[in-house]
């Protein structure tokens, strides 16, 4: 996207809770691989375009679940901070979660006996079964939820969301998303 605006990327470190108010506070131009539900702040959102999910991955000590439902009253491993709306729908007070401090965390605890569920995003999965660093064995993941992230827009920043929506548009149409994705496994 800094390429495509003619712009260099300076990336900002921010904790996950201070994200939004970083872009509020013009810290940040933009942010990508969220959704408004996840960051309530006064952002301007381009369109949604990189297909993200959230994965219910099951060791193979314990059968696969066919549902979420399956899981009732066991402990899932979960990200400190995030919120899994879907599941919390379907368990409500049966979610247990036991929270880790990231995704990384939580499939190492996964691959060493902790817990047998996890909730994790198809990106971070994929990455590590290409990778092979945590030798995971586990059944095929359970899709929770699927959709397009979206970049969250500082109001008063340098970029605007139709510049981003036309430069979305772009790498979607000459293909140059879809080798990025497949250069990470993505899709």
């Known amino acids: 996207m800094a390429e495509r605006t003619h712009r260099v990327a300076k990336f900002v470190m921010r904790p996950r809770k201070r994200l939004a108010n970083a872009l509020e506070?013009?810290?940040?131009?933009?942010?990508?691989?969220?959704?408004?539900?996840?960051?309530?702040?006064?952002?301007?959102?381009s369109v949604g375009?990189?297909?993200?999910?959230?994965?219910?991955?099951?060791?193979?000590?314990?059968?696969?679940?066919?549902n979420i439902e399956d899981i009732a009253g066991l402990t899932i491993g979960t990200a400190m901070g995030f919120t899994y709306p879907e599941v919390e729908k379907i368990l409500g007070n049966k979610f247990?979660?036991?929270?880790?401090?990231?995704?990384?965390?939580n499939l190492r605890k996964l691959a060493a006996g902790r817990f047998n569920y996890a909730i994790i995003s198809m990106a971070t999965l994929n990455y590590?079964?290409?990778?092979?660093?945590?030798?995971?064995?586990?059944?095929?993941?359970?899709?929770?939820?699927?959709?397009?992230?979206?970049c969250a827009l500082a109001k008063n920043g340098t970029l605007r969301v139709s510049e981003v929506n036309k430069v979305i548009s772009d790498i979607q149409h000459d293909g140059s998303l879809d080798k990025l994705l497949k250069k990470y496994n993505y899709h």
């Not at 247990?96 to 965390?105: C, N, Q, Y």
């Not at 995971?136 to 939820?145: D, K, Y």
């Open 25 to 45: 506070m013009n810290e940040a131009d933009i942010l990508c691989g969220y959704l408004p539900e996840w960051l309530p702040g006064n952002l301007d959102w």
């Open 96 to 105: 247990v979660r036991d929270d880790g401090p990231g995704a990384e965390a």
């Open 49 to 66: 375009f990189v297909d993200v999910g959230d994965l219910l991955v099951t060791t193979l000590r314990v059968p696969a679940p066919a």
């Open 128 to 150: 590590h079964l290409r990778v092979n660093d945590l030798h995971l064995s586990i059944h095929p993941p359970l899709t929770i939820s699927k959709f397009k992230s979206q």
